[in-house]
């Protein structure tokens, strides 16, 4: 017969391992996430049974993480989730070749740029998606071409 649980064995989450929201450079990919060696500047910091809530400054995707090991230079993480938040962005227009979209980190966000001389058009988007249909909507004002 198996022994009950007793109050002992549980306690509050945060008390016995804290979780850590962490923000990656956008182009990180989750197969960087899992190297021990990608967490070698903060692996001092990482203990056994926390938890690491991963997102790309871009946004692309959300991943918790599960620290199994760690010494003073490589963390051990297994994926426990990962969600793709950009997918949403994939059924919208995409982008004509005059003009680009590009992350510009958390202060001017997603932008759209003029490829022709750099100029940024508009700034400020939270999602990728909402600059794509802006920039759709605005490619519709342009006048048509010759």
Known sequence: MTTPLTWNHIKESS???PSFFVTVPPGTTVDALLDPAFWALVASRLKPN?????V???REYY???FVMASDLNRVSVVLMRKVQLESAAATLPQATSLFELKF???NYKWSVIRLSDKKVVKEGFEE????????ADY?????AKA
């Open 56 to 58: 790309p400054e871009d």
């Open 15 to 17: 008390f016995v391992a």
């Open 104 to 106: 510009r980190g958390p």
């Open 63 to 65: 991943a918790e993480l």
């Open 50 to 54: 926390m938890r690491l809530e991963v």
């Open 128 to 135: 990728k998606a909402l600059a794509q249909q802006w920039l």
């Open 139 to 143: 490619e519709l004002q342009l006048p």
